[in-house]
């Protein structure tokens, strides 16, 4: 599981005093840890694909934050921003690319948009871009 991953390489990173990672880590740790007791309350449980999803919500912030600091001329900011981008990304399952994506949209019967739609987040929630998927979709 992603999350056991996670915690392991903090431990990790806690025993090399990073404290780079060390940061960063603690962060995707509350983020996860937030969601769990949202969930709690409806009796759902957490899963791969929604750490993934968290994840994904962490570098979208860490890469906003990154052009944040190159504005405002902090280029060591920027750098430290890269490394924690690079960190949490290992954790992330392959995307899928837009020659994958095209050959599972040929494979089905309905090419409708909200049934690709469904499908590509049923099936591939956390391994494609939905707006890839979209894009793809709008080629064909």
Known sequence: MILEDIKRANIEA??????????????VLNKIKLE??????????????????????????LNE????YIKADHPQMA????????IISKFLP????????????????????PFVMKHFKANYNGKCDMRQVQEVL???
């Open 14 to 27: 806690l025993k090399v005093k990073d404290m780079l990672a060390r940061g960063i880590y603690s962060v």
């Open 138 to 140: 709008k080629e064909i």
């Open 65 to 68: 934050e990154k052009e944040n």
């Open 94 to 113: 392959k995307m899928m690319s837009k020659e994958e994506i095209k050959s599972v949209i040929l494979a089905l019967e309905d090419r409708s948009i």
């Open 36 to 61: 769990e007791i949202r969930r709690r309350e409806t009796g759902e449980s957490l899963s791969d694909v929604d750490v993934v999803n968290i994840l994904q919500k962490v570098v979208k912030e």
């Open 79 to 86: 750098e430290d921003t890269s490394v924690q981008i690079e």
